[in-house]
DNA sequence: TTGTAAGCGTTATCAA
DNA sequence: TTGATAACGCTTACAA
């Protein structure tokens, strides 16, 4: 017959009473820490089988300090960008015997705070966060120096002097941005998300302190004003970081008076917001418009035609940050390090060479754009 | 100055003293339980906020036997089916005060046996299971009499008794298989994944306990059956669950010496990678061939074509799991319920009318695929 | 090797 | 309204 129908379940106490064995050695045996003769051992064993003894980790962390649990912050899981982040996270965590706690922010500093402070409540042994500001962090060192190990992810905050696992942005997208200008583009817009409320920095130093969204401006910027370029702001577009809001944005920018011959976009939600919207305008890319994405999402080689983004090791970006933070929770020592991760170019077709390669910008008005004869609409 | 650099936490033991009171008065007013007076009150909230007093919410936990705490375990977080149900699911937890353990199980019975007992362990309150195998529940089971509330999600496993949200996807398949028909189709391709290692069913009887994957394809079969189509076993295909094992089924698929005239995928996976096989083809949709996908992601509305799809309410799926398990360990009582969400086909693009309508099966052999011509490829 | 006893930080009980 | 004191289920000295 099955044990019990319901309800409590058998604890130490029990087993050791069950085996007729003092509490501490069934303790030792179930806990698997002391040393209990082999005879013992078996009894204890039996007696937890038959009970279906089951360790109450709860008042195993109370007893030990350490929980065996991860907190992580994000964005939202939804974003694939996130997803896989999480995934990577989730896949360092568990063989080293850590669950991960889940919390969405949103990007708001407010869910961020309480979620982390709720995170360090449940006495999580570190917490993953890709923080929503990065320049409202007081929750943050609070953590810190609470002696609570805590790894930022996908953006730095330097005043924190935490670990971080970040990619360079700024010159991800200088590459991306170079490589529009070598193909003769001059009229190159940005479609950027609004969590960059920095104005249009004039200067392009390395950010000291920026969201991931306005250090890819940064370098959008950083790459025109290496070539000469002067930065139209018609073609700097802030969308709010929703599809609807890239797709907005990316119309807009269609309806210009002199619209861009190319668009560079900082995330896989502007870029998919972008993209929609160029193919409900039945834009021909690259013929009409070249398009630059970021993150190489599975989507992106399907569309017509697929895309050149800027490939993140997104997967690895989790990974690492795991274990980076299971580094500190056993306590290795030292200052905070930042790790840069590499990431690449990858070319599909959706730029090509604009024919007047040079500074003849104003010549480059486009002509109204056709309605599209290429897909069977429904 | 800050309280401490590191360590040691501030208890309500300490808070006590700090203000004077007696222990037992100072977790009441921190608890927030008990009755005390206004002026004490001050005192012990003063102390708690210069003292830096955080509870611990393992030792409340301990206490009161009740973590806060849900347990999900779905097959993978990346995939964008489970992403969206893991934000149902948290927008319904975290207002309701429960945190999330995220745990993703790969569709591995074993996994998921190991994760349910830890998560177990650790106290949850209620666990939440896209259950890998239908077959194999013991752990389940196991977890149900004792005590511990559980909600099985998108796969129903009838003989645990348990609640379990669910959509149609017997009746699902139907529609759209029968949407198929009736375009005229007669030679109608399926790529589903080998979780529904069931023989193809010659009975279409509502499936007892199968996995998702193996009602689909059993909607599917019923829909043939009901047109009085014959089954080609050659046009039923087992994918692996992974993109690249649906990319090869449907590639395989249009290598038949006869072809068929429409395809229909059982989610997101072998959609995206049916599709993509079908594009690197250059197989042209929906001219040389119809295609029916499944799950509304936002890709399939901005790829060429647009796709009909299958939509379900993923999102509502998690949240409406999320209030029944929250409803159970509210202690809601009553025999498990089996809700069921409706599914609706979204028509795009991707099917046409065949002109041939009339059981000349024979006769649609399709002539080889032709060098497509549409895409600028690079 | 085994057992006793003291925590871990709460909540809950019960006098005062 | 207060304040001891006993759980909660485990680990960790410390003795035996």
Redesign the pocket.
């Known amino acids: 017959m099955p044990t019990h129908p319901k309800k409590k379940?058998a604890?130490?106490?029990d087993v050791a009473k069950a085996a007729s064995?003092?509490?501490?050695?069934a303790?030792?045996t179930?806990?698997g820490?002391?040393?209990?003769?082999p005879?013992?051992?078996g009894r204890v064993l039996l007696a937890a089988a038959t009970l279906g003894y089951r360790?109450?980790r709860l008042?195993?962390s109370?007893?030990?300090g350490t929980s065996r649990t991860l907190g992580v912050v994000v964005a939202d899981i939804e974003n694939q960008f996130f997803a896989r982040i999480v995934r990577g996270i989730s896949d360092v965590a568990r063989p080293a015997g850590f669950e991960v706690i889940l919390v969405n922010s949103d990007e708001k500093a407010n869910e961020e705070r309480v979620a982390v402070r709720m995170l360090a409540e449940k006495q999580v042994d570190g917490i993953i966060v890709a923080p929503a500001a990065v320049n409202d962090f007081g929750h943050l060192s609070e953590l810190q120096d609470s002696g609570l190990p805590i790894v930022l992810l996908d953006r730095n905050i330097p005043q924190l002097a935490a670990d971080a696992v970040v990619i360079d942005g700024m010159n991800a997208a200088e590459e991306a941005t170079d490589h529009l200008i070598a193909l003769g583009h001059r009229r190159i817009a940005i479609v950027t998300d609004v969590l960059s409320e920095t104005p249009i920095p004039r200067d392009f130093r390395p950010p000291a302190s920026v969201a991931t969204a306005g250090i890819r401006l940064a370098g959008f910027l950083k790459a025109l004003h290496r070539a000469g370029l002067a930065v139209d702001e018609l073609l700097v577009r802030r969308a709010s970081p929703t599809i609807a809001g890239a797709y907005s944005e990316a119309g807009a920018l269609m309806d210009l008076t002199s619209p861009p011959t190319a668009i560079f976009t900082t995330d896989n939600v502007m870029t998919l917001g972008a993209f929609e919207a160029l193919q409900d305008r039945e834009i021909r890319i690259p013929q009409d418009l070249s398009f630059f994405g970021f993150d190489d999402l599975d989507w992106t080689r399907i569309v017509h035609p697929p895309l050149s983004v800027v490939a993140q090791p997104v997967y690895e970006l989790g990974a690492t940050a795991a274990q980076t933070l299971l580094g500190r929770i056993e306590g290795r020592a030292g200052s905070a390090q930042v790790r840069v991760l590499p990431t690449q170019l990858v070319h599909r077709g959706s730029t090509r060479q604009v024919s007047n390669g040079h500074r003849r910008a104003k010549s480059i008005n486009r002509v109204p754009v056709p309605p599209g004869e290429i897909r069977p609409q429904t």
């Open positions: 379940a604890t130490v106490r064995v003092g509490f501490a050695t303790a030792r179930l806990g820490y002391g040393s209990v003769s005879e013992v051992r360790p109450n008042a195993r109370m007893a030990t």
